[in-house]
């Protein structure tokens, strides 16, 4: 009985620390009402190809000729739709041309 009164004494003094909540790595969390919520909005089609053209990754391709490459592809193949992950593996598929490698060996050393 002593050992179980201490630990509800133990755990209510640790969720009392100061409004907050602790997690399992026995850090402080905020309460609910003070969590600041994430955006859970998707970007739409448009702003994900604009924000590939910025992407380092992809800087060796042409994105809007690709975009249309694909979507002519797309038209061809009835029952595909154009979504990003398609795109990506799209692009993730060509290959750079010999320049950028060459230019890509050059800054290696």
Request: proline share 3%.
């Amino acid at each position: 009985a002593k050992r179980s009164d201490a630990g509800k004494k133990g755990a209510a003094m640790l969720w009392q620390s100061h409004g907050k909540r602790l997690t399992k790595d026995g850090k402080g969390e905020k309460s609910k009402g003070e969590k600041i919520k994430k955006s859970n909005k998707k970007p739409t089609q448009e702003e994900y190809f604009a924000s590939l053209k910025t992407n380092l990754a992809y800087k060796h391709i042409d994105i809007d000729r690709e975009l249309l490459k694909a979507q002519a592809w797309i038209e061809a193949h009835p029952g595909r739709k154009l979504s990003q992950g398609f795109f990506v593996r799209w692009l993730n598929k060509i290959e750079p041309s010999i320049e950028v490698n060459k230019q890509a060996q050059k800054c290696a050393f």
